[in-house]
């Protein structure tokens, strides 16, 4: 058994955190939620992100046989599929994500034959289901609370929490998208917190408060001493109403209503019209402003 060589790509537009890690014995590897770029002014995707990727994967000689989705994002558009055809690789995500299809079939009123069977992945993973990574074991974890479909994956010491916790200075992540839940989510970083405290927790976004540089990594024991809303040991009621009332004061991601059509889609942009054109869809009036 082995634990992964991990290395973060940030990208600083959508505040997010993208992951290679791979078997330093085996050189087998994986991709943890890659970013394809997206510019809304001008409707156009392009894969800058996934380019970097893909060329640090070729130059450390790093055979990928996984790009995971840990749930469909918010933030930013899925570059999964562009990265596995490079690659040859699968695509996973949680069994769940179909509540997701379904809760953003009918929000965006997609055609009764929209898939929402989660047939965009090569795989749903099972709560508690395990894979190799060449030497590296994962495990899949539940960790519904930011949406009803988030896993994260504990690969050897090194567990991908995407958006449940954030860096201990900024806490936790919302819970407040459709489907979410402070329960829920409470429930799943207690969960990330139960496991060893050398454990290397790597979340999916950063802010950089007080204009430190953004980081991506801290274990499990520095969590549980720092983190802003987990370091006093809360009860369920206290850490709800701190999360809550947050929520209330967030306004929705910039890109959320472009991402979740694209990221529902396994990271694919609609099906092009008679003219050869994808259209993106805006419910309006669905969500009210704060």
């Not at 896993?151 to 954030?166: E, K, P, Q, R, S």
């Not at 900024?170 to 839940?181: H, K, M, W, Y």
């Amino acid at each position: 058994m082995s634990n992964p060589i991990v290395r973060p790509f940030w990208d600083a537009p959508t505040g997010s955190w993208q992951y290679v890690f791979h078997d330093p014995d085996t050189m087998q590897g994986a991709i943890v939620d890659p970013v394809l770029d997206f510019d809304p002014l001008a409707g156009a995707t392009s894969t800058a992100n996934a380019e970097k990727i893909l060329a640090y994967i070729q130059d450390a000689g790093i055979e990928i046989v996984w790009v995971l989705d840990t749930h469909p994002h918010a933030d930013h558009f899925s570059a999964a599929p562009w990265l596995a055809e490079k690659l040859g690789a699968r695509t996973g995500i949680g069994a769940r994500v179909t509540g997701v299809q379904n809760l953003w079939k009918d929000i965006y009123n997609l055609p009764a034959d929209f898939p929402a069977d989660g047939s965009q992945w090569d795989h749903l993973f099972e709560d508690g289901e395990q894979f190799m990574v060449g030497n590296v074991p994962v495990k899949v974890m539940f960790s519904p609370g930011h949406t009803l479909a988030s896993i994260t994956y504990v690969a050897g010491d090194a567990a991908f929490v995407h958006d449940t916790l954030m860096m201990p200075d900024s806490g936790s992540s919302r819970a407040d998208f459709p489907g979410g839940s402070s329960k829920a989510l409470y429930d799943s970083i207690q969960a990330i917190l139960a496991l060893p405290d050398s454990t290397r927790v790597f979340v999916g976004h950063d802010y950089a408060p007080e204009g430190r540089d953004a980081a991506c990594e801290a274990t499990v024991a520095a969590h549980k001493a720092s983190n802003i809303h987990f370091q006093d040991d809360p009860s369920e009621d206290a850490f709800r109403a701190v999360r809550d009332a947050r929520d209330q004061t967030l306004p929705l991601p910039k890109l959320m209503l472009a991402a979740l059509q694209v990221n529902i889609r396994g990271g694919r942009l609609p099906e092009a019209e008679d003219n050869g054109r994808s259209y993106l869809r805006l419910p309006m009036n669905y969500f009210v402003s704060r």
